[in-house]
């Protein structure tokens, strides 16, 4: 039982890697789970840069970087970490290079909040946008 239970988990891990954050609902929550572990680079990583060097691109992902580790974080942390995040809607633009996402979020100290968030299909996947 336990090596089924072991190869299971193995294919899950191993087709998750593979197959990365197929939806903009996954990277939306992924996200938010990233930010919760203290992954603020690897969060980074997940949002859409408007940069037309790599300088500037860098420069961008820096300042965000420093934006989860300083703010995002922290007030994470205040209220307990995030206990889960589920994804209540998906909008999708006529296009399909735009979506967005309702997420509900529950805290570790039990209070709930909506969020919506915007996401664009970049070359790398989806991505959460900060234009306006």
Same mark, same amino acid.
């Given at each position: 039982?336990?090596?089924?239970?072991?190869?299971?988990?193995?294919?899950?891990?191993?087709?998750?890697?593979?197959?990365?954050?197929?939806?903009?609902?996954? @990277?939306? /929550?992924?996200?938010?789970? #990233?930010?919760?572990? $203290?992954?603020?680079?690897?969060?980074?990583?997940? !949002?859409? +840069?408007?940069?037309?060097?790599?300088?500037?691109?860098?420069?961008?992902?820096?300042?965000?970087?420093?934006?989860?580790?300083?703010?995002?974080?922290?007030?994470?942390?205040?209220?307990?970490?995030?206990?889960? @995040?589920? /994804?209540?809607?998906?909008? #999708?633009?006529?296009? $399909?290079?735009?979506?967005?996402?309702?997420?509900? !979020?529950? +805290?570790?100290?039990?209070?709930?909040?909506?969020?919506?968030?915007?996401?664009?299909?970049?070359?790398?996947?989806?991505?959460?946008?900060?234009?306006?």
């Amino acid at each position: 039982m336990k090596k089924r239970l072991f190869a299971l988990l193995f294919v899950a891990l191993f087709a998750f890697a593979c197959g990365g954050s197929s939806t903009p609902g996954d @990277v939306a /929550v992924e996200l938010y789970n #990233l930010v919760d572990a $203290g992954n603020y680079e690897k969060a980074a990583d997940l !949002i859409a +840069y408007e940069g037309e060097t790599s300088e500037a691109i860098a420069e961008q992902k820096a300042m965000i970087t420093s934006l989860f580790k300083e703010k995002a974080g922290p007030q994470l942390e205040a209220k307990g970490g995030v206990k889960s @995040v589920e /994804v209540l809607g998906e909008t #999708l633009s006529e296009d $399909g290079k735009q979506a967005d996402v309702e997420l509900k !979020i529950v +805290y570790g100290n039990d209070t709930e909040e909506t969020e919506k968030v915007s996401l664009v299909l970049t070359d790398d996947g989806w991505k959460h946008s900060i234009s306006k």
